[in-house]
């Protein structure tokens, strides 16, 4: 298979700022399909589309709470479906923004995980430990988020107790995914899958290098 994308013109769109194509003040999936013969002319091989998944926007859209929807701010999953084919009839690829290094904290994986309480396997597609200290009061160790403070959070168990905590290596609302476990991966795959036979090219990954963690968590040595 020829590897296209490693001489390719790729152009980046930030969805919401691009183009508005329904007058609402807020760029979206039909501003860029309208401007797709402008995009044309620039001579690119492909668009790489920043997200634009459903999602609380906490963290500009990389806090995903559905991975197989677009987001109401940017249009649907038939505007998504006009823009692929419009961009094909140009000649122009598209390559998706994946994001499998963590979910929102609304995505229902991470609502089930805190509803299920300690030991399950819904709290297993997360990294939720136990804190330290009386009680568990402090978190698991000393990582820090890379949005500052601490990058674990403490939940409330079923019961009502305080209870687990689990890691976010960026937002707290940005719970960090366990990649050790299978079922993460075969979700994923079929996330892959599924924008795929929509047409989708290609994708680029965020955050690739930090997917697995050392499962032991040991304190970061101070400097």
Known sequence: MTQWWRDAVIYQIYPRSFADGDGDGMGDLSGITARMGYLAELGIDALWLSPCFASPQVDHGYDISDYRDIDDLFGSLADMDELIATAHDYGIKVTLDFVPNHTSNQHVWFLAAVDAGRGTPERDRYLFRDGRGPGGDEPPNNWKSVFGG??????????????????????????????????????????????????????????SDALMKDDTFPDTASG
């Open 150 to 207: 601490p990058s674990w959070t403490r939940v409330e168990e079923p019961d009502g107790s305080p209870g687990q905590w689990y890691y976010h290596l960026f937002a707290a609302e940005q719970p960090d995914l366990n990649w050790r476990n299978p079922e993460v991966v075969e979700e994923f795959v079929s996330v892959l899958r599924f924008w795929m036979d929509r047409g989708a090219d290609g994708f680029r990954i965020d955050v």
